[in-house]
């Protein structure tokens, strides 16, 4: 053997510093990634800017001023933004900052978890597996310059889960305190992920260790103190303890709804580097094995119920599986737990067979059209032109009908706005819709509309369909489509048509809008 590293000397290095150049050629695919989906920015992103902006000018934290709707599900996040923005920080690259923090965090976290977990033993060989499935996650690299919350929940719920493991195995009652604080901004982070936060407790629960009471009093105390107070303002502030996105988004035919779910998971399982598959199989090896542990067994719950719940709800039209980012540190974690129950630390073969296989798979990511890079989001950079555009043109204080509630808004923030898919509008949102009629519709997120409503509005213009806009005979979503058989919008409403020049385009941007012919 070392006559055989003698004529390859780099080799005798890599074997050598394993951890170093795994570590290395994590950070260059993670960069790649990030160079790639640079560009990208989400249009909802906007929405969370728009109240974080109104609420750092002394207008409260609300879409239109006066109008006290929840219509963000990401609560501590915006506080985050907002908090930036007190301090003059640039809202929009605020929400760039503190993904990327978070994201840096989190990596830090996962070094140290596993050496600190085994003390005062070695750390299993394997010990860097859930950083390196983390560093090189295309998902993760989209989310973190993307603009909304998804990396704060990862990085909130990855370290409320292992410290909850901990203070499971070390017996420490601080931690479960710990844990509990963690888990809470999570469901403050985005409401769904409260589900990590009920699931943890009911381990408390079902524990049957003889401290079980003082668990479950240091793990509920914090969350109550947190969750009680936030519910009883939401109740106050908003008038509801579910914020108005729930009643627009959870709609609809409960089967079709399903459905779509199960595609969005499928679409999500048949991509490197198939960590839930590697789950499965690893798991069945484990209970056939009989070696399933406490903290196995509790990260696969965690796992499960989140994914049930992401197939009820329709699962998300936004790109890179926003709605599973939390999974996939949980999923890597879970992998290394149950790798070093079936892998020897000394079966050297097994262990450069596991980090080359998903190096490689991590690497194959790029060949894979829903996880290639991706350009600037359209509705972002169209609505963000239109923004810009309605801000010098058209009168403040106009009130305006359209379905891009994000870039459009915040970019042409002295005019009132009517959201007609119902995230920022309490009557859209918690309309029932028994039909599809438009195959927006069939989009998570998209089903809601009232065109009726909106017109009863007497909006000074309505922009049908995309950020552009486009003529009625060409209806996207359920309002566009109801307000085109409205007999009376013809004769209230004028088409105009207009030529937007911007350096985004080579070409200028056709843009159109009706305006009520009284305004």
């Not at 204080?397 to 379905?403: E, G, K, M, W």
Request: hydrophobic share 45%; net charge positive; charged share 15%.
């Amino acid at each position: 053997m070392n006559r055989y590293f003698n004529r390859f000397p780099v080799l005798e290095k890599i074997v050598r510093h394993y951890s170093l150049f795994l570590i290395a050629f994590s950070l260059i695919v993670l960069f790649f990634f990030l160079y790639s989906n640079r560009r990208f920015y989400h249009d909802d992103a906007y929405i969370t800017l728009r109240y974080a902006d109104n609420f750092i000018h002394g207008h409260g934290i609300v879409w239109n001023t006066g109008e006290y709707v929840q219509g963000y599900t990401n609560f501590f996040y915006l506080l985050l933004i907002s908090l930036f923005g007190f301090f003059g920080f640039d809202l929009h690259l605020a929400s760039r900052i503190v993904p990327v923090a978070a994201f840096c965090l989190m990596a830090g976290f996962l070094s140290m978890f596993p050496v600190y977990l085994e003390k005062p033993r070695p750390p299993h060989p394997l010990y860097l597996f859930p950083l390196l499935i983390v560093l090189t996650s295309a998902p993760l690299a989209i989310w973190m310059l993307g603009g909304l919350e998804g990396m704060v929940l990862c990085f909130l719920t990855l370290t409320g889960v292992l410290t909850f493991i901990v203070a499971v195995e070390k017996e420490y009652s601080l931690l479960f305190s710990l844990s509990s604080i963690l888990l809470s901004l999570v469901t403050l982070t985005r409401p769904d992920a409260g589900i990590f936060l009920f699931v943890s407790f009911l381990f408390v629960l079902c524990s049957g260790s003889k401290n079980w009471f003082h668990r479950m009093i240091a793990f509920l105390s914090p969350c109550l103190l947190i969750m009680i107070p936030y519910l009883l303002w939401a109740r106050f502030y908003y008038g509801d303890y579910l914020p108005n996105t729930f009643y627009s988004k959870v709609s609809g035919l409960s089967s079709v709804r399903i459905l779509s779910g199960f595609m969005y998971l499928k679409n999500y399982l048949l991509l490197p580097p198939y960590l839930n598959l590697f789950i499965c199989l690893s798991f069945v090896y484990c209970l056939i094995k009989r070696k399933i542990s406490a903290s196995i067994l509790y990260v696969s719950s965690l796992l499960v119920v989140y994914t049930c719940f992401i197939i009820f709800v329709g699962g998300d039209h936004m790109a890179g599986f926003r709605l599973l980012l939390p999974t996939i540190p949980l999923a890597a974690c879970l992998l290394y737990f149950i790798f070093t129950k079936i892998i020897s630390p000394h079966n050297s073969y097994a262990i450069v067979a596991i980090y080359c296989t998903f190096l490689v798979l991590s690497v194959s990511q790029i060949f894979y059209d829903p996880l290639k890079a991706l350009p600037e989001d359209p509705a972002s950079r169209v609505g963000t032109i239109v923004g810009k555009y309605i801000a010098s043109h058209w009168p403040k204080n106009s009130l305006i009908a359209l379905n891009t509630a994000g870039s459009t808004p915040y970019y042409a923030s002295d005019n009132m706005y009517i959201d007609m898919l119902g995230l920022n509008d309490r009557h859209i949102a918690q309309r029932k819709i028994e039909s599809y009629v438009v195959p927006w519709q069939y989009v998570p997120g998209h089903a809601k509309g009232d065109g009726k409503y909106v017109l009863s509005r007497k909006p000074d213009y309505i922009i049908i369909g995309p950020a552009e806009g486009t003529s009625f005979d060409h209806p996207w979503f359920l309002s566009d489509w109801e307000i085109s058989l409205d007999s009376n919008f013809q004769n209230t409403y004028q088409i105009h048509q207009v030529f937007i020049n911007s350096d985004t385009y080579t070409d200028r941007l056709l843009f159109t809008y009706y305006q009520r012919v009284q305004s």
